[in-house]
Structures are given as C-alpha cells and as structure tokens.
C-alpha cells in the first residue's frame, strides 16, 4: 500500500516507522512531517499547505483528497485532532479511499466537552457531575462556582490545544479559570464551558481500535502532565509516559474495556459511524474507573509506549479498522514494558526557541531497546548536500526505552537521554518512578 499519514508531531513518527516495518506498505507519505519522518527510508514528507481545512474561498479545493487521489493511496491515517473535527475523515471516504479516524460525527466526542459529557450521560458512562454554561449564562456560572466551592474543574468546550482544561485547587483559581474561557483566550472554544466534579485518583489512559461494534483494547498508559519533577509546575502535553500500567488491578482493567465496549456500543446505537482511535482518559476512583474525557486520535506522547510495545501487524490493524473488517483481527503486544522520556526546549511549555542543532540520536539508538521518536524537529540544509537536524518544537523528542522491566527500561531510557544534546535541553528525571513504586 501507499499510505498518507496526516501531522508532524512525535505521535506521527512513531506511527510511520511502525508503518513502514510492515510488509503491506510500499511509501508513507507524511503531512507535513517532521526531521524524523524525514529520515525514515520508506517515508517522503509532503507539504499540503493548509491540510487540516479547506480552501476558505473554494470548498472544492481539498489539498489531502487532491494528493491522496492522484498518488494512489489506499490508506489514509488522521493523526491530530483538529482535521478529524473538521471532516477530513468524510471527505476522503467520499472520495473512495480507506481512511483511518473517525468523522466529525464521531469527531465531537472530542471537539465539544458539552457534547462529550451529554453523550456519556445519556449512554450512563460512568463520569463526573458536570453542569454548562455560556457567555451569555456566565453569571450563572460564577454563582454555580460559588456554591459548589473547590476542587474543581473547568472545561473550554471546544479544542484549545491542549490547554483549555483547569483542576482548580480553589474558587479563585477556578473563577480566574473561567474568566479566561469567557475573556476570549481560547477564541469561540470558550464561548461554552463546562464545570465538572473533580474525581479523585490516579489517572490512566486506554486506547482501543474501534470499527462499529468490534473493540480491539490496547494496554493502559499512564502520561506525567507536569512540567516538574513530582508533577510540579505547569500543564504540558505530556512529559513521559510508560505502559503498562501496575498499579491497575484486573478488575479495573475489565471494567475499563468494558466501557469502551459500551461507548463503541452507544455510538453504534446513535446512528454515529466510528472507524478509528477511541482514546479513553479514566480516573481510578473508589468507585471503580470513570471516564475524564475522550480523545478520537492517538495520544501523544502514549502513542510512543503503545507501538512499540505492539507485536500485530499495524497496517493490517488500521486498515481493518478502517474498512470495517475489524472482527477476527488478532492483536498482541510483546512481553515487555516501555517508558518514554520526552527531551524538550528551554522555556517549554511557555516561550522557547528553535533552531538548536541535535546531536547524539544515532548514539542513543545504539542503546539496546531505545527508540528515539522526533516530535518537533526540523531538517535545514547548511551548505551543498549537507543537512542538520535542529529543534523547531517545545516537545523536541520522545526518547523510549522497551525492556523486561521498569528498572531496566528507566535506566536505558535516560541512559539514551544522556547522550543527546542540544542547546537548552531538559527533561523529567522520575518519569516512570510511579511504576517502579
């Protein structure tokens, strides 16, 4: 097959090179890309310009349809959130090629909080209390804070970046948290918000591959937020991960794919078409595992523990997936853990700079069982057929480790991180440690 794999972050690396090892795919061509799809022998970074929406002047123009139509491609794979929202997945089964991600039906379990939360009520999926609001409500909303007091959370309703979401710790936090949503920051994602009752408990994540009715559940993954040691500091996209997740008894993983079961199950019942990522943030409460929210991708950075980790055939699962032949599909993981340790930019998750040139990756890689995944890099030619790899992202690269246990995989992991460098380079140093513990 000739794949198109929409995105440019470590996610969609990790997503090429499993790609690219399997004998179904002939090229992955990648759009945009980053430094490190560059590099991958079997893949060819694409720029479709303004890929994840279409032409505002002509609704006709359709850069990834355009591309996919007349270079073959029999798989397309929708990495980020925002062309999923928009529809890209519809356009490109209307336009008769297998498309791997849901469409913006589906979609909506991800791009409206309101929607989201309405879906899982009705369904009785197990989740927070939560009550809406608009800007034009907003003064119910302060009033509502004030008589619900804190711990609290507040959602932005649409896609804000990753950044639209506040466990406040107190009713100023949470009013100030508010004022932001209404105050425009996050455009018209913040016209609708959400309060929420803040569960208490670890957090984990599931991702399962979805078809309809067949629900095929990968292992849990536990991402680290915080920008600081002992999860300090800001909210980031994601510090390091590791998968599998000890701390998850076998009742709560059985009830947590049987959740994922029950929503494949309501969307069936809702008319929704759903062929894709159904990703699954749980809360490990006392009451069993609730469900935070939904992604309709592929986490980042989980995705850089999940895969590798993944002993099935990838194209097979996803084209499966894709065209609805899911069912009878076996999926099967390696007896092995993996943690991934993100190297990121001076300044991250606030202003940083680019352009730091990258060495020490083919070092790392020579560690046995490190995977070194590039989230924000770029290539840039210094001279006559010369190229650089230099920083052009605050998450610069996810540098995973896969052993036999976490101890093994920890110290491999930052092992490898010790020999890449760059200009303003830090990371976590207990990613993992709660698996160890």
Known sequence: MKVLLIG?????HALCRKLAASDLVETVYVAPGNGGTALEPAAVNVDLGKWAIRNELDSQVDPAVDFARAHGIELAVIGPEAPLVDGLADRLRAAGIASFGPGAA????????????????RNAIPTADYRVFTVDT???AYAYLDEIG???VIKADGLAAGKGVTVAATVEAARAALAECFDGRFGSAGDTVVIEECLVGPECSMIAFVDGPTVLCLA???DHKRVGEGDTGP???????????PLVTEQQLASMQEIMQQVAAALVAEGIEYRGVLY???????????????????GDPETQVILPRLESDLAQLLLATATGQLAGVSLENRDAVAVSVVLASAGYPGDYEKGKVITGIEAAEAIDGVEVYHAGTALVTEGVGHEQL????????????MAADFLDAIQAAYAAVDRIHFDGAFCRRDIAQRAVS
């Open 138 to 140: 907003q003064a119910e």
């Open 390 to 401: 230099v920083t052009a992202g605050g998450r610069v690269l996810n540098v995973t480790a």
């Open 150 to 152: 804190a711990p609290v």
């Open 280 to 298: 699954g943030g749980f809360m490990l409460t006392s009451a069993g595992p609730k469900v935070l929210e939904f992604n309709v991708r592929f």
């Open 106 to 121: 589906g979609a909506r379990l991800e791009g409206s909080k309101q929607f989201s939360k309405d879906f899982m009520a």
């Open 220 to 222: 849990p993954s536990q």
């Open 8 to 12: 440019s972050g470590g996610r969609e």
């Open 235 to 245: 909210n980031t996209g994601g510090m390091g991960v590791y998968s599998p997740v």
